[in-house]
């Protein structure tokens, strides 16, 4: 029976959490099995779930995140109820997830990716470069602080977070010139009513494993695995396979401001990736080819690379 497909008496359980973004992928994660697998809805619940990242009286809006809680703060939750079967499968977007996963769980379905780069959105500049000297930028992600300050240490960064429309607002009220956001979250919502430029990855490259949805299972069942396989792309997860076996090696926090994105052309896999220090004072940066079979030792290697030319206090702040 653990082979049959699901069905209105024997629904999949799908596992997410409730924001607006981790909803439309969740949605999208069904409507691609209902295609796959000539499915009724009704064969599908999606089962919300509440996480320590998502509760409010936990997390003041103004703290950085990265000051509140570690890595697991926005999966535990729904990791735990998949080990305990209130759910079967849980959609994540990839660039959230650790790189490794608890004992009894595995996260081996990535969907076809979308759009990688970030986006600047303003509604009165064009683009970094517009900025005037000094301009208030908002961010939460230590990476885009620090790839930002980089390039323009002259500008101020302040912590921005919520969802699209809190962040809207705070830059309708002047509280910044600009902020940030992955394009995937984007398209995936719609675009807001607000000027949005892509930025190419040459200029800010982006996080590891942005843009790709990942949909983890329970190690032992079987009928969730070949669900999943159906949906499971390749290259996508080649890509990821080298951007997180980077972030692995550097052994990457949601304190370490790491970037990387590996690109497949035919059997060739290249993977750029850098990592700064968090007041942008200093950027190590390369990249490396070879065949996309050797996606994950390419990942090693590339990090290895880093971390030989990083002078001994360059993680001295952890
Ligand atoms: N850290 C939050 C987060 N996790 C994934 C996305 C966007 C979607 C994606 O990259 O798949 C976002 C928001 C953002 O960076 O704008």
């Known amino acids: 029976m653990t082979h049959a497909l699901p069905s209105p008496e024997q629904p999949l359980k799908i596992g997410t ?8 992928q969740a949605r999208e994660t069904r409507a691609r099995l209902m295609a796959a697998f000539q499915l009724p809805e009704a064969a599908f619940e999606i089962v919300v779930i509440k996480t320590t990242g998502d509760d409010r009286s936990l997390i003041d809006a103004d703290r950085p995140l990265k000051e509140i809680g570690n890595k697991g703060l926005f999966t535990k939750e729904i990791e735990e109820a998949m080990l305990a079967g209130t759910i079967d499968i849980a959609v994540h977007s990839s660039k959230d997830m650790p790189v490794e996963q608890p004992q009894g769980l595995v996260l081996d ?4 990716r979308e759009d990688v780069r970030d986006a600047f959105i303003s509604y009165h500049h064009p683009n970094i470069a517009a900025l005037p000297p000094g301009a208030v930028v908002g961010t939460s992600s230590l990476r885009r602080k620090a790839q930002l300050l980089n390039v323009r240490p002259d500008l101020k960064v302040v912590e921005f977070r919520g969802n699209v429309q809190t962040r809207l607002r705070k830059l309708s009220d002047g509280v910044a010139q600009c902020t940030f956001l992955a394009m995937a979250g984007l398209n995936r919502l719609g675009t807001p009513e607000v000027a949005t430029a892509a930025i190419a990855p040459e200029e800010m490259l982006p996080a590891v494993a942005q843009g790709a949805i990942g949909i983890e299972r329970r190690e032992s069942d079987e009928r969730a695995a070949r669900l999943l396989a159906a949906l499971h792309c390749t290259e996508t997860g080649t890509r990821l396979a080298a951007e997180r076996a980077f972030l692995a090696r550097l052994d990457g926090s949601c304190e ?5 994105l590996a690109d497949i052309a035919g059997d060739t896999l290249t993977l750029r990736g850098e990592i700064l220090r968090p007041d942008g004072s200093e950027k190590l940066a390369d990249q490396i080819t070879g065949p996309a079979s050797d996606a994950k ?14 002078a001994p206090d360059f993680f001295a702040w952890r």
């Open 17 to 24: 959490r409730g924001s607006p973004l981790a909803l439309a």
């Open 256 to 260: 370490t401001p790491i970037a990387g």
């Open 109 to 112: 379905c990535f969907l076809p």
């Open 297 to 310: 030792a390419l990942g090693t290697e590339l990090a290895e690379t880093l971390l030989c030319r990083a």
